[in-house]
């Protein structure tokens, strides 16, 4: 018959600490003085019918795989490679009541059919340029004349060539933003080649 590594007392020792309290009556206090061990322990004896220890075992049986279900789970798997263990269980589950994630991932492991599915990567595609797109900016900058203040740079990028045209105004309202960008035009592609129509500040 054998004891926890860590027993307190003996079988006999358990027979007597019972049956001293509840024949003789004696109190679970001057038990634990005369065994020399904690009151919790002989309360614990003295309330128990068998003096023998618990099993450590687990309480829960551990499910048994069946070469049924583990045929189950791989003829599935082969079918639907992108389902997983929780989606594989629960659609097995009417068949096989054992049926669970923990299961059917050690069944997929043993069985070579946990593989990640290849991503695809998308490759980067930069942003589409027409041949003549314009893009506007506008940059606030301390105030030259007077030292108080903001001026603001506005600008016209043509992106496919990377030409600009710059002008600086005390306002970034949108006349005159427009008024900039309708200059702009006379000296960006495609019609810088046929000079300005009409006279501008560009620096």
């Known amino acids: ?4 590594a860590q027993a307190a007392l003996t079988i006999k020792q358990r027979q007597q600490v019972r049956r001293m309290h509840l024949e003789k009556g004696v109190s ?13 322990t002989i309360q614990r004896w003295v309330h128990r019918d068998a003096p023998l220890d618990l099993s450590s075992a687990p309480l829960k049986r551990r499910t048994v795989i069946t070469p049924a279900y583990r045929e189950a789970v791989v003829r599935y798997r082969r079918a639907y490679p992108h389902h997983g263990p929780i989606r594989i269980a629960h659609e097995l589950k009417g068949d096989f009541s054992q049926a669970n994630r923990g299961t ?3 069944i997929l492991q ?30 606030q900058l301390p105030a030259v004349q007077g030292g108080k203040g ?16 710059s002008e600086i105004h005390p306002d970034r309202c949108s006349a005159t933003v427009a008024g900039v960008l309708k200059r702009a035009l006379d000296f960006l592609p495609p019609f810088s080649s046929s000079g300005p129509t009409m006279p501008s500040s560009s620096l």
Do not use: C, W
């Not at 018959?1 to 926890?4: G, T």
């Open 1 to 4: 018959m054998k004891l926890h």
């Open 104 to 106: 059917v991932l050690s």
């Open 28 to 40: 679970i206090r001057k038990l634990a003085e005369r065994f020399k061990v904690n009151p919790t």
């Open 150 to 165: 903001y001026e603001y740079k506005i600008s016209a990028i043509h992106l496919r060539t990377r030409y600009k045209y």
């Open 110 to 139: 043993q069985e070579g059919l946990t593989q990640p599915v290849k991503r695809v990567i998308k490759p980067h595609k930069p942003i589409p340029v027409g041949r003549h797109r314009i893009q506007m900016d506008i940059q």
